[in-house]
Nanobody
Framework: QVQLVESGGGLVQAGGSLRLSCVASGITFSRYTMGWFRQVSGKEREFVAAQTWTTGNTWYASDVKGRFTISRDSAKNTVYLQMNSLQFEDTAVYYC????????????????WGQGTQVTVSS
């Protein structure tokens, strides 16, 4: 059974930092690209960042590039999202997901999803 479990969300002031974690189990990591998406209530889920498990190639949405960093720890089967210089607009539920394709920005290409973790940035 595949499980993706996020943690690390919370309340932070604008300008602050948070690190999200996603522990994955039940999948062969070398076959997947891991992604982070976020969703604001009433809006569509949007791509944030992605990383291939084997090569480590990364991609970012334009509004987080330079502020967020995706990384992975193969020994811990964990992918991270380090979020710096947080802005009020970053407030959302953040989801970890895994795709067996290279269509990293397309929500419908992802096979597995976590339950989400809330990030709230106060202005």
């Amino acid at each position: 059974q595949v499980q993706l479990v996020e943690s690390g969300g919370g309340l932070v002031q604008a300008g602050g930092s948070l690190r999200l974690s996603c522990v994955a189990s039940g999948i062969t990591f070398s076959r997947y690209t891991m992604g982070w998406f976020r969703q604001v209530s009433g809006k569509e889920r949007e791509f944030v960042a992605a990383q291939t498990w084997t090569t480590g190639n990364t991609w970012y949405a334009s509004d987080v590039k330079g502020r967020f960093t995706i990384s992975r720890d193969s020994a811990k089967n964990t992918v991270y999202l380090q979020m710096n210089s947080l802005q009020f607009e970053d407030t959302a539920v953040y989801y970890c997901a895994a795709t067996s394709t290279l269509l990293y920005a397309r929500e419908d290409s992802y096979n597995y999803w976590g339950q989400g973790t809330q990030v709230t940035v106060s202005s």
